[in-house]
């Protein structure tokens, strides 16, 4: 398939991953995540992954639970860790080479985060895997994604979520919400639209990195993205809001 980008970071939530169950991760769903992921590296595309943990815990829950916040998301960001072992086991199971690298170092399963080693290991066709977020607490993985496609050099990334893109307002209590198609960082800015925090969406910004905000459960859409089909919301520097 002709791919318009060349490497890539793939944000999905830990929801994402659990599909229609209340908690932990649905085998079918990371499943079908690897072989997409499978099909896109066979055709040369370079793939990082940062993946949350809310399908097991999310630190800004346990705060609001009485927990203190900066040990909260730290046993969120341990969350990531499991999640992204999951994948890299999925993933290794359709052929592809992954390494999971973790802002916390955890060396019995996984890398510390190297720059330098996570661009080699995409340039000879393995896919990375970010964990343990940014290793920061009262960061979300939003930011950690944003952070990774700086630091590497991405050339877009991808949000997957449950949704078909960025509306004006929720969706499933609004049936008249508008879908964008295109959006400014600075519309998605000022009019606090939640594409990601306030913080990610500054970072690809100020760094000229385009946002694709598409439905994860559709099959095929992330070799869609990677082909430059029109799914989902894209939010650039050069958009116009549509």
């Known amino acids: 398939m002709g791919v318009t980008y060349r490497r890539i970071v793939l944000k999905l939530s830990g929801e994402a991953l659990m599909g229609d169950l209340q908690y932990g991760i649905d085998p079918e769903i990371v499943q079908n995540i690897a072989q ?3 099909n896109i590296v066979a055709s040369g595309v370079q793939v ?5 943990g809310g399908n097991i815990f999310r630190g800004i829950k346990g705060a609001a639970a009485g927990m203190d916040r900066a040990t909260a998301d730290y046993i969120g960001m341990i969350a990531t860790v499991m999640n992204s072992m999951t994948l890299q086991d999925a993933l290794e199971r359709n052929g592809v080479p ?6 916390i170092a ?10 330098r080693r996570a661009i080699r290991h995409l340039e000879k066709g393995r896919v990375v ?8 607490p009262f960061f979300t993985t939003d930011t950690t ?39 400014t960082y600075g519309h998605v ?4 639209l939640r594409v990601m925090d306030s913080t990610a969406i500054s970072l690809c910004k100020d760094n000229n990195i385009p946002i694709i905000v598409f439905d994860l459960s559709v099959p095929g859409n992330i070799s869609r993205a990677v082909m430059g089909e029109q799914i989902g919301t894209l939010v650039g520097g050069s958009c116009e809001v549509s």
């Open 36 to 38: 997409e992921v499978a």
């Open 129 to 136: 895997i970010f964990g343990g977020g940014s290793g920061n």
């Open 98 to 103: 992954t390494r999971v690298q973790t802002a």
């Open 106 to 115: 955890m060396q019995e399963v996984a890398e510390p985060y190297i720059r």
């Open 189 to 192: 800015l000022t009019q606090d």
């Open 145 to 183: 994604a944003a952070l990774r496609a700086a630091e590497i050099g991405a050339d877009v990334l991808f949000k997957a979520t449950k949704v078909d893109g960025v509306y004006d307002s929720d969706p499933r209590s609004n049936p008249n919400a508008r879908r964008y198609n295109t959006l």
């Open 48 to 52: 990082a992954i940062v993946v949350g």
